[in-house]
């Protein structure tokens, strides 16, 4: 520190040692951001779910009164709850996949095949031209889906097994650390924030009820729509009900179609193979329950996770935009920068109208 006599430097050498400590800045973000990069994904895991089950780890680690005991016990708590569903659900998955009988489904269509096609030259349609112009073009279409960025997105959910066990270690372990500096981060967040301390705050309270919102309020609906889609092949007498269910589980995590993709054409295989009012069933119950339980449920998850307050409209685009850019991740990630870009537009607003106000009064 100069002494208060020192000559101080001129203005301008203050200005270039300024210039100097912001690009030596930005150069270090930078690079910190390149080594974290292949890590991304993890990292914003790890921190969604420290969010999603901060309650219960405050309560062990009040009870204990042993921060790091409790923060170890809370992630293998995590790993179990992810990974023992995973593993029971993928036996009796397989179990079950190896008792489908295609065989039967195909000798079925084959022998609806003639009506179907008396049915179709009735209303204008020539069957054979149909299946004709779906197989020459169907490579087309499907080389335009998965290579663009939705097809990417969608890809990557279903090759998402293959990196689950490497970014679930990466997680969990970075977990444990968020756990046991999670005061220290907020803090550190806060302190470094070019917002005012309140402000900061709230972009990072907001960000953790969207995150509770998006991945509790996520797998509920997934969970109970899955269990309805099973119900209802259970009923019509479709094979395989564990395995449907699980799908539809899978797909209802979608923005669009969802558990339509499933019901929708098993409902077509009933018409075909003469099943109808069992077609007809299925059609009525996956529009007035299966799709209205995720209408209902949705929009009370929200309010209660306090995020209530964003539109159904733009959280349908950052579902949809969000598995476009980070694939299986998007589903949370999406409304995250949604509410993020929300809350700042909010505090923005606010500055406005402050500024506004005093100019008024001025």
């Given at each position: 520190m100069l002494p208060a006599d020192a000559p101080r430097p001129p203005p301008t050498q203050e200005v270039y040692r300024g210039l100097?400590?912001?690009a030596g800045t930005v150069l270090a973000v930078w690079a910190?951001?390149?080594i974290l990069l292949p890590f991304v994904v993890p990292l914003a895991w790890a921190l969604c779910l420290a969010a999603v089950t901060q309650r219960p780890h405050a309560w062990l680690r009040a009870r204990w009164g042993r921060p790091r005991l409790a923060a170890g016990a809370m992630t293998l708590a995590t790993g179990l709850v992810i990974v023992a569903p995973m593993v029971v659900a993928s036996l009796l998955l397989l179990a079950e996949a190896r008792t489908i009988d295609y065989r039967g489904a195909v000798e079925a269509i084959e022998a609806r095949a003639p009506q179907l096609d008396d049915g179709l030259r009735e209303v204008g349609v020539d069957l054979g031209v149909l299946v004709t112009s779906i197989r020459d073009n169907a490579p087309g279409w499907v080389e335009r889906l998965v290579q663009g960025p939705l097809g990417r997105g969608t890809l990557s959910i279903v090759l998402a097994p293959l990196v689950f066990l490497?970014?679930?270690?990466?997680?969990?372990?970075?977990?444990y650390f968020v756990y046991c500096e999670g005061p220290r981060?907020?803090?550190?967040?806060?302190?470094?924030?070019?917002?005012e301390p309140r402000e900061t705050e709230k972009i990072l309270d907001r960000l953790r009820r969207m995150t509770s919102a998006a991945i509790v309020g996520g797998l509920l609906i997934a969970v109970l729509q899955g269990a309805l889609g099973g119900l209802a092949f259970v009923i019509v007498g479709l094979q395989s009900p564990l395995l449907w269910s699980f799908v539809m589980a899978c797909f209802s995590l979608l923005p669009f179609g969802g558990t339509a993709l499933v019901w929708v054409p098993a409902a077509g295989y009933l018409f075909v193979v003469g099943e109808t009012g069992d077609g007809i069933f299925l059609l009525a119950f996956g529009t007035l329950v299966i799709g209205t339980a995720d209408n209902l449920l949705r929009p009370w998850v929200l309010r209660r996770t306090g995020a209530e307050d964003i539109h159904p409209l733009l959280l349908f685009f950052a579902f949809l935009s969000g598995i476009a850019l980070f694939g299986v991740s998007g589903i949370v990630f999406g409304p995250l920068l949604i509410a993020l870009l929300l809350t700042v537009l909010e505090i923005y607003r606010g500055?406005?109208?402050e500024a506004a106000?005093?100019?008024?009064g001025a």
């Open positions: 100097l400590l912001f910190f951001g390149l490497v970014f679930l270690v990466l997680t969990l372990v970075t977990q981060l907020w803090s550190m967040a806060v302190e470094i924030s070019p917002l500055h406005t109208r106000h005093l100019g008024e």
